[in-house]
C-alpha cells in the first residue's frame, strides 16, 4: 500500500480530500496538510512526518501538491531526497486525487515512479477545454 499526502497552501488539501470522498467514499490512507500564515517549510515538514507516521506506507508515499516550488512542496522534497519510496507531483487537481484513491484499491505492490505518471497523466486528463465556438451544430434529420 502507499499513501498520499496532499499538502497545499491555506486549507485547499483539506477541501479537495472532502470533495474526493464525496466522490469516492471515505478515505482511510489519505492525508490532507496545510499551511497557513505565519508557518514555513520547517512546520510543513513536521506535518508531512506526523501525517506518515499515520499511513499504511509500506509501498511509499505520494506527495501531491498544489504548486511547484512552493513551501509545501518544498518541505516535501526534503523527505523525498532522502527515501526513494517518496514521490511528489504538483498541480494537484480532483481527477489526480481521484485517480490515485482508486490505484490504492487494486492492491499488490506499487511502484512510486509509475504511480507519480499517472497521477501526472490524470491531471493533464482532467484538464479540458469548452467554449460556445467548438460546438457542432446538430443536423436534424427529420426535415
Known amino acids: 500500500m502507499f499513501g498520499i499526502i496532499v499538502g497545499t497552501h491555506g486549507i485547499f488539501a483539506e477541501e479537495i480530500v472532502k470533495s474526493c470522498e464525496m466522490i469516492c467514499g471515505a478515505q482511510t490512507n489519505v492525508r490532507a496538510v496545510t499551511l497557513v500564515p505565519g508557518e514555513g517549510p520547517d512546520d510543513v515538514v513536521k506535518k508531512y512526518e506526523a501525517a506518515i507516521e499515520t499511513l499504511d506506507c509500506a509501498d511509499g508515499v505520494l506527495f ?10 518544498n518541505a516535501a522534497c526534503r523527505l523525498a531526497a532522502n527515501n526513494e519510496k517518496y514521490g511528489i507531483v504538483t498541480g494537484v487537481n480532483l481527477p489526480m486525487l481521484i485517480e490515485m484513491v482508486s490505484a490504492q484499491l487494486i492492491g499488490g505492490e506499487y511502484n512510486i515512479l509509475a504511480l507519480m505518471e499517472q497521477a501526472a497523466e490524470a491531471g493533464r486528463n482532467g484538464t479540458q477545454l469548452f467554449h460556445a465556438s467548438t460546438m457542432e451544430e446538430e443536423e436534424d434529420d427529420d426535415l
Open 64 to 73: 501531491l501538491n498544489d504548486l511547484f516550488g512552493g513551501s509545501p512542496y
